[in-house]
Nanobody, 121 residues
Framework: QVQLVESGGGLAQAGGSLRLSCAAS????????MGWYRQAPGKPRELVAT???????NYADSVKGRFTISRDNAKNTVYLQMNSLKPEDTAVYTC???????????????WGQGTQVTVSA
């Protein structure tokens, strides 16, 4: 079993910054892609950013140039640096990791519990 624990959410003013962290623990052989998703009230969940094990990144158009995803493989942790925050960034942010638990196994997706980010105008 793998657990993902997020931290770093909270309240920020428009134009401000927050940094989210998500640490994976448990039975982990290798983590493939990691990512951040968000869901605002009344809206479907959307992809924010993903990062591969070789550090290739992908961003939603709405956050390009403002958010930066990174990872520390030694710590099994993914980060999301959010700058120039806007009120429309308000959402619950959830991390995702695609994890192999042994050399012989396939991989599975795991999700964190989510952390609230609120941006005031």
């Amino acid at each position: 079993q793998v657990q993902l624990v997020e931290s770093g959410g909270g309240l920020a003013q428009a134009g401000g910054s927050l940094r989210l962290s998500c640490a994976a623990s448990g039975r982990i052989f290798r983590i493939n892609d990691m990512g951040w998703y968000r869901q605002a009230p009344g809206k479907p969940r959307e992809l924010v950013a993903t990062i591969t094990s070789s550090d290739s990144t992908n961003y939603a158009d709405s956050v390009k140039g403002r958010f930066t995803i990174s990872r520390d493989n030694a710590k099994n942790t993914v980060y999301l640096q959010m700058n120039s925050l806007k009120p429309e960034d308000t959402a619950v942010y959830t991390c995702n990791a695609n994890v192999r638990y042994s050399y012989y196994s396939g991989s599975m997706d795991y999700w964190g519990q989510g952390t609230q980010v609120t941006v005031s105008a």
